[in-house]
């Protein structure tokens, strides 16, 4: 019995004999991603002996900085221009509150994803071995 099924059967008599939700069909789920892996990997070497091994990537520290920068700082400038007027009265610490969560939220689900598509290839550099 895998360990996953032991957990699953440890888990399952911890509820009182029912099996959680979700975790009956954990270990077809293993045995179909271990087919898919070995169909991948059969396939790849189908290929022959040209098939070249892709080479693994890091990002370049300073290309990911000023492709961030460029798109932080505006973006940081127009969110201050559009919520100090409304906040001019109040303490520095409560205007950073409101414009810290706008501007992680943009980045995370805006600006990192759209330097990552545009700029990946720039970013982006093989790993010296």
């Known amino acids: 019995m895998s360990s996953l099924s032991a ?7 911890n509820v009182g004999g029912a099996r959680a939700p979700g975790l009956e069909n954990l270990d077809s789920a293993k045995a179909t991603t ?37 798109g932080v700082y505006p973006i940081i400038t127009l969110l201050l221009y559009v919520v100090l007027p409304m906040t001019a009265a109040w303490p520095i610490w409560q205007t950073t509150l409101i414009v810290a969560p706008l501007m992680v939220a943009i980045m995370v689900f ?15 550099q093989p790993v010296k071995s």
Do not use: Y
């Open 7 to 13: 957990s699953n059967t440890q888990i399952s008599d």
């Open 110 to 124: 805006w600006l990192i994803p759209t330097i990552q598509r545009l700029f990946g290839r720039f970013i982006m």
């Open 34 to 70: 271990m087919a898919e892996a070995t169909a991948s990997a059969g396939s790849a070497a189908a290929k022959g002996a040209n098939a070249r091994p892709q080479a693994a990537l890091a990002p370049v520290r300073h290309r990911q900085f000023l492709v961030t920068l460029l």
